[in-house]
């Protein structure tokens, strides 16, 4: 075990509002982290407190074991990306990148030539000497991205890199990042699941400024701790039941399950399979749409709405649908219902 | 409403914002319009709305000439990206502001089906700015549906959420303009959003409209390798040579595609990322991959060619290679 | 280590003793001043300041009137009209009040060339009023419109709502706060006035003119009218603050006149109100120009001795509004607390009060410590600049998105590394043009100092109390008016070269957008 970053019980508040409550977590050598929340959950003042620009109101972060919760930002190991990037606008390209190099004590020649190696690395070699308001965004976000590598930091921050962009940019530009710090430690916040999953090594979901889950990204998927986890991740159907006698019971198959009374069972749209069999239980096609590679159904079964999704079209206005106990999940009914618990705001 | 759009040309200095455009929206439809940022999608909304006037070309609603129309005399309920909320007002002020300025009377029982149209319950005290951006945004609808418009313009109204909000929230805008049945344009650059909600969709490109179609017909039948690429964000893009008979030669690899082009000719395949069906004869060995929920993102290695694809997340567990067919119907071949 | 806060925390200290100490002891020597007058003393003092809230009422009034579609047209058409207006409009600022006020009283009162139309008195007081703080307004109304994000429009003109029932449900409560703010700093600007005021008067006395004529004979009846305009100031400040946190009116339905009103009315209202501002400011600002002849001559020897003495006394305020100025308000925009409040709130407060109240309690205080008169002067200076150059810069800092800063930090500059490489690089124009605006403000001032003088029985000429004197010798037909002129011209000029330094620093800005 080789920890780079230790977030210890941290707290903060503004006014009125807990931004976050008793946050904990580490982040080890090599690792790529995400942490994945809705807007306001917190997440940019976590980073900001671990790169030492806002205080805690309590708790602790450690760097390599070293308490660094009282260094200032500028003598900490750590580098920061804001979601606006903050390129300095009066600066080129190179003097932005060798603006940390020089401030973390190096003589004008080496920083110049670190600079320089970033610039190569984010492939912006050639533009050494334009203002960033003459790059497009997607260039501006590399420049911040050498940036911040150029003062090679332990571990680096980056707040939502990617909303400032297209959607179709945004899919391009992640493996991209990732490819660029491959190697690096690096502490991502998202509020995009879908990315965070695709490229996270461990993700920390967030909800209103606690950590609700940690772990990694199919296991979360699959074996989520809590409704909210379940649905932040993906589409999921949720149906009121009541388990008795160590059962649950969806359309026609029965679940085994150690919780008794009432329940909220748990089925992701791709694991309602539409089959051909005439013994499976038969539901209405309300609706059917076409969302790119795939068809998204909405079946009423016996009065139950279903989302189910399908990999051919259907043509068909009933379908019969089977579900296999091993995909099911099942939670204990929240005390707040069903609406709040999922909540995503 | 019907809405036609007409030769429509619009420049500004020496570039081109719309060019030519022509195209109809039937009653009752959601029509999407999609394009990359600059491709005068915005420009085309303007004009439509009466915000800007043409240089040549006409908009008709229900056989009406309305091109020499301002913005006011057209009726028109806009929902704008930055939500735009009158934030002086209360939500329910701001529902009820178009019906109030015209002094209609039954207001009270329009804004009471408002609400629980757009599934809120709001006090009368609650300002816009106290709600969360989904909730604004769904008040901008209801306040643009109030005005009683003969067209709802949406110009990117879920940029800015949080991924998943969008994802939830696009099923419910679709559901109450369905529910209203008024006839609405919706523009966005993003393509999973578009497929969602509209029931056709043109795809514009520097000022021109490429196709126009349903979701899967531009998914599966795009007209040119840029529609293959921008519906479903990748695409592979292969060189290949027919051999007759609907079969195309990459390197070793022999692939039927969804048409016959001359034996011997060279083409270009687009090949959608869902293509890849498991169980099947070619051997794939998995280089890459990234889990997205249902489905999981793969780099395959075929006989030494890469493909990118898409397959069901519980078919690609904790293997290092599949075997898969790839789908004719899903591999679109362009002639070079 | 020293760091911004350091050097903040020093300049507010810096604030307290020389600002706001001396200003409240000096209120409390005039209290016990006006402890011992009669009722015959106190209704004429409280007269004056009656007149001085009419004039000051009336004329705000007016001027938002006119003001809303003249800075109206010039923020949304951006035509060649609209940036000369936008260039020309704020020249009367520039002018020292006692050569406006010279210039106003020869267009409409006496000289050779003038209507003749208003003899010194009410009337001509409104009518030079109207003169220095249109501007104001204006400017101010032409910033909010700017800045305030007014594209909700296009969603209530879909509605088919036209333009009357448009500015009633959202333009005017969406600029509401802008409004209020023009209002508050031409009724602040328009009490406080003096050298100008004092200068087309005539037998009407506002409140500075009365403390003016009083100093130094009736000093109980000054000090009392000091302390009354100084309490009227802070009251009708707290007032309007408050009205203007009341929401709007509720909607109602669009009415018939509304509905009537169309593009010609509008058009009506524009040219009336480019009509005002051509007749009643522009003209009568300039018109001292008709009365320079070419073999004019006057005291060279007091007006290079007076011209010297301002510029002193200007570039000394400046410079240290400068060095305490600049950490403060770097504070102020910055730092989220209590204490940020407090002080912002302590150094508004003498933008608020009339210079003439600041200027007699300064003079009293530092007249009390037998202080050179000219510092003591440079002091009063000081007091009201140092407001002036603090929100100026202030709103320049908060325009620099401070992710900057923090990233510059992260990245390994302290504090004041970062203040020297990224925010002082961003705001180097602000800088100028801020200091250019106190120097101005300093250079042409007349109310403080001419109470500050008299306070402690002094023989001070800057140049705008030159002036005074000399408009008065030749209101009394010791001097011609062609000496006044000459010297007015003087200060006109420096005061327009100013302008254009501002203006051309200003248009620096967009430079890396």
Known sequence: MNKILEVKNISKRFGNIQALRDVSFDVEKGEFVFIVAHTNAGKSTLLKIIAGILEPDEGEIYIEGENITKTPPWERPVGYMPQTYALFPHMTVLENVMFGPIHRGLDREEAIEKAQKYIELVGLKGWEKAYPHELSGGMQQRVALARVLAVEPKIILLDEPLSALDALLRVKLRGEIKKILKGKTVLWVTHDQEGAMSLADKLIVMRSGRIVAVGNAMELYYKPTSLYVAHFLGEINFIESVAHGGFVQILDTKVSTDKIGPVVIGIRPEDIKIVKNNSSPLGRVKELRFVGGFWRLLVDVEGIDLVVYSLKRIRSKEVSLRIHPEDVLVFDYPPEGIRRAVHLE | ?336 | MFSMRHWAYITIIFTIALIVVPSLIGVVILLQLAQEITTSQIINALSSVMNSLVVAGLVTIINILVSIPFAWRIARKNDSLSKFLDFILDAPLFVPTAALGFSVLSFWSSGYYSLNLISPGFWLVVLLHFTFTHPYIVRTLIGVIRSTDLSVEVAAKSFGIKRAALSRTIYLPMLKAGIIAGALISFARSISETGATYVVAGPFETGPVFIKNRLSVDPGSAAFAAVSLLLVSIFIFFIIRRISRRRFLPLHPETKIEKMIGLKTAFSINIISLLFFAVMILIPSFYLVAYLSPGATCDWASLTNSLLLSTIIALAVSIIDLFFGIPLAYYLARADSLLRDLVEALVIVPLIVPTVSLGTSLGYFWGSFGLNPVIAIAFAHLSFTFPIFVMSYTAAIESIDPELELVAQSLGADTIKTYREITLQLTKSAIASSAVLVFTRSFGETGATISVAEAMAAEIYTLPLLLVSWIKKAQAGLIPFSTVAIASFITLIIGLLMMAVIKMAGGKRGKYE
């Open chain 2, 1 to 336: 409403m019907r809405i036609v759009v007409r030769n429509v040309r619009k420049r500004f200095g020496k570039v081109v914002a719309v060019d030519d455009v022509s195209f109809e929206v039937k009653d009752g439809e959601i029509f999407g319009i999609i394009g990359l940022s600059g491709c005068g999608k915005t420009t085309l909304l303007k004009i439509i709305a009466g915000i800007l006037r043409p240089d040549s070309g006409k908009i008709y609603f229900d056989d009406v000439d309305v091109t020499n129309l301002a913005l006011e005399e057209r009726k028109i309920g806009f929902v704008f990206q930055d939500v735009r909320l009158f934030n002086h007002l209360t939500a329910i002020e701001n529902i009820a502001y178009a019906p109030t300025l015209r002094g209609e009377q039954d207001r009270e029982e329009l804004v009471d089906w408002l609400m629980g149209f757009i599934r809120a319950d709001l006090s009368k005290s609650t300002m816009p700015t106290e709600l969360s951006r989904g909730m604004q945004q769904k008040i901008s609808l209801a306040r643009a549906i109030a005005s009683e418009p003969n067209l709802l313009l949406l110009d990117e109204p879920l940029a800015g959420l949080d991924a998943r909000i969008k994802s939830t929230m696009v099923f419910e805008l679709r559901d109450m303009i369905k529910d209203v049945g008024v006839t609405a344009i919706y523009v966005t650059h993003d393509q999973w959003e578009i497929s969602s909600i509209a029931d056709r969709i043109a795809i514009m490109k520097a000022g021109k409209i490429i196709q126009i179609g349903t979701p899967e017909e531009l998914y599966y039948r795009p007209v040119n390798e840029y529609v293959a690429t921008f519906m479903g964000g990748e695409c592979n893009l292969l060189n290949a040579y027919s051999l007759g008979n609907s079969q195309f030669k990459i390197g070793d690899l022999i692939l039927k595609g969804s048409r016959n082009i001359e034996n011997g000719r060279n083409v270009k395949l687009a090949i959608k990322l869902d293509a890849f069906i498991p169980n099947g004869r070619f051997e794939a060995k998995i280089i890459e991959r990234n889990f997205m929920g249902p489905f999981t993102r793969l780099v395959l290695d075929i006989n030494g060619i890469k493909f990118i694809a898409k397959m069901p997340s519980k078919q690609v567990f904790n293997v290092d290679k599949v075997f898969v067919d790839i789908d004719p119907n899903k591999i679109v071949v362009f002639e070079r």
